[in-house]
């Protein structure tokens, strides 16, 4: 992986997250760190992203629910609404319209090479036709807002390749050679982390039941934490920290001192996987502390969040709006109206 850290003041950072479930710490350290790195250094557009979360979620009450967590996740990790957008994917209908116009540029084939695609395929279920066209629905994301900086995760690279790849074919099909409409965005993944493992040793996900929230508390989290799979070591023996799902989890919350500590007890002997369940859930009440009781009040604050979102998707639209006029024009689709 490489470092793509938006280098100058002109880059337009751009990206989604799926309101299919509470967001869970690897949603955290995978992209909304990123997010809230940014978002007062460039200009940013962070949208929720619904129409992609339709293609497993169908339960109205649900996304209705999920949407709002995200938002409330946001503003309390600290969002500010005054520096960049934050809004409703569903909010501006010119994304839907340029990922049409898209489809028609994309060959089947080469979605169906996707991954991501291939992945779920893989896992036996029977994907809709909204799963396998998710990569130009996510290209309409990007390219309509002329994002150059993309923060995603590795296993989201692929995607990025191809909204590249629609970005040119709509150039060369419709636009003069010396006038391309779109920019070709880069992906902004971090170097130092790649995948959060879940309490079951697999990537942290939704899909996989695995997670632990970043605003879970109390019971709730205690039992997630103690439910980690490790290994049968018994206490007394020395253990390899950098074999350990719960010393992974640990890298992420502790300082540099810390980690060193705690992984010279694993080596020592006589340091259990309770004792570092117990660290673990320590640093994690405590990394988030701030952030709960901010929840806590925003959720007091419902029209806030939406008054919030709704002034996002205006920002957005004045972006959209007038790109989709220049593409409009450029594909010949009239506007009679």
Avoid at 96 to 106: D, G, P, V
Avoid at 111 to 132: D, I, M, T, W
Avoid at 240 to 252: M, S, W
């Amino acid at each position: 992986m490489t470092d793509a850290t938006p280098s100058n003041a002109d880059s337009v950072v751009v990206s989604g997250i799926q309101p299919s479930g509470r967001l869970h710490i690897g949603n955290y350290f995978g992209a909304l760190r990123q997010h809230l790195d940014l978002h007062t250094q460039h200009e940013a557009y962070y949208f929720i992203v619904n129409y992609h979360a339709l293609t497993s979620l169908h339960d109205a009450d649900k996304m209705r629910q999920y949407t709002m967590d995200v938002a409330l996740d946001y503003l309390a990790l600290g969002f500010d609404p005054d520096e960049a957008a934050l809004f409703v994917q569903s909010d501006v209908p010119e994304v839907t319209e340029l990922a049409w116009i898209f489809y028609n540029l994309m060959p089947v084939s080469r979605l169906e090479r996707g991954v991501s695609y291939k992945e779920k395929v893989s896992q036996g279920l029977n994907p809709n036709a909204g799963l396998l066209n998710y990569p130009v629905l996510q290209a309409a994301d990007i390219l309509i807002y002329g994002g150059t900086q993309v923060p995603v995760g590795a296993d989201q690279k692929q995607h990025i390749e191809i909204t590249r790849d629609l970005a040119q074919r709509f150039n060369n099909t419709f636009c003069p050679d010396d006038d391309p409409l779109f920019t070709l965005p880069e992906p902004y993944i971090l170097d130092d982390v790649s995948v959060v493992p879940g309490i079951d040793g697999q990537k942290m996900s939704k899909s996989y039941g695995n997670t632990i929230g970043i605003f879970d508390e109390g019971k709730a989290l205690k039992k997630k934490v103690m439910s980690i799979v490790t290994d049968s070591t018994p206490l007394d023996e020395p253990k390899d920290p950098e074999q350990c799902n719960v010393f992974a989890l640990i890298k992420l919350f502790a300082e540099a001192e810390q980690r060193a500590e705690i992984a010279e007890q694993y080596r020592a002997g006589g340091y259990g996987y309770g004792h570092a369940k117990k660290e673990l859930l320590g640093l994690i009440q405590d990394f988030f502390a701030e952030a709960r009781e901010r929840r806590h009040e925003l959720e007091q604050r419902p029209d806030y969040v939406r008054d919030v979102l709704r002034d996002g998707a205006k920002r957005a639209r004045q972006k959209t709006e007038p790109l989709m006029a220049q593409v409009r024009n450029a594909t010949g689709l009239m506007k009679t109206m």
